[in-house]
């Protein structure tokens, strides 16, 4: 990472974790925007229409013909694996994976971007093996998935061959990745104890890619991406208010 855009973001992130207000930790966009009504950076386009912000769950889905421009990364990745990204989000994984790797760790791709009809075969599949309230914890219908969007990326390791469990978040590259993906514009998308509102149970090996400045800003708020986003309309919109007429 160069070092004039690490020292901005890290000014970024002191600015908002070190907040008083923060500690609260709100979960509410509202609460949240009145402990930080300033971002901390000027946001340049309405978070409603970014193309990298896009929220995409079980309320808000798309449509079966979206699909993203496409590159494949130059990472490790599992056999047979897709890992096709964004173009911007494929160049920042493959700074990510050589950050881990000047660490000594091995990182794996193994899930990147996955068609409307795919995840439809994923879905069905689970819902046939878990049944309908299981497999909704567990698997995105149609629509849902954030893969679609060509900005998620599922990561695993050598030492797990290479399997998508819960035991990444123990292990030294599981850990590495939730303290640093951040400094490369990704988030850790579904942790356990946001369920209640992302809809998903935790998956530690599930990065989103959001744009640095952005993903500092969400970590040093600690917030789910819903809240977030419902916080970024807040700023937006106060930031594009009309000044009173005197």
């Known amino acids: 990472m160069q070092p004039k855009r690490f020292c901005s973001l890290l000014i970024c992130l002191c600015l908002l974790a070190g907040a008083p207000a923060a500690l609260a930790k709100p979960t509410h966009a509202e609460a949240l925007f009145a402990a930080h009504p300033e971002l901390g950076f000027p946001l340049t386009q309405d978070p409603q229409t970014d193309p990298l912000l896009m929220l995409v769950n079980r309320q808000h889905r798309l449509d079966a013909r979206f699909k993203p421009e496409l590159v494949t990364p130059k990472v490790a990745k599992k056999r047979g694996a897709d890992i096709d990204l964004h173009p911007e989000a494929a160049r920042a994984l493959e700074r990510l994976f050589d950050a881990a790797k000047a660490e000594g760790l091995s990182l794996s791709a193994i899930s990147g971007y996955r068609s409307y009809g795919t ?125 009173a007429v005197p």
């Open 119 to 243: 995840q439809r075969t994923i879905y069905e599949r689970s819902v046939e093996r878990n049944g309908q309230a299981r497999a909704d914890r567990m698997s995105a219908p149609p629509g849902a998935s954030e893969h679609q969007t060509g900005l998620a990326m599922d990561v695993s390791c050598k030492s797990l061959d290479h399997e998508l469990t819960s035991a990444f978040s123990r292990k030294p590259e599981g850990k590495w990745v939730a303290a640093h993906c951040s400094e490369y514009g990704f988030i850790l998308r579904y942790r356990k104890e946001w369920q209640d509102i992302t809809g998903y149970q935790g998956e530690p090996w599930h990065i989103r890619y959001i744009g640095p400045q952005h993903a500092a800003a969400i970590t040093a708020l600690d917030v789910p991406f819903e809240t977030y986003h419902a916080y970024l309309a807040l700023v937006w919109q106060q930031q594009n208010e009309a000044p």
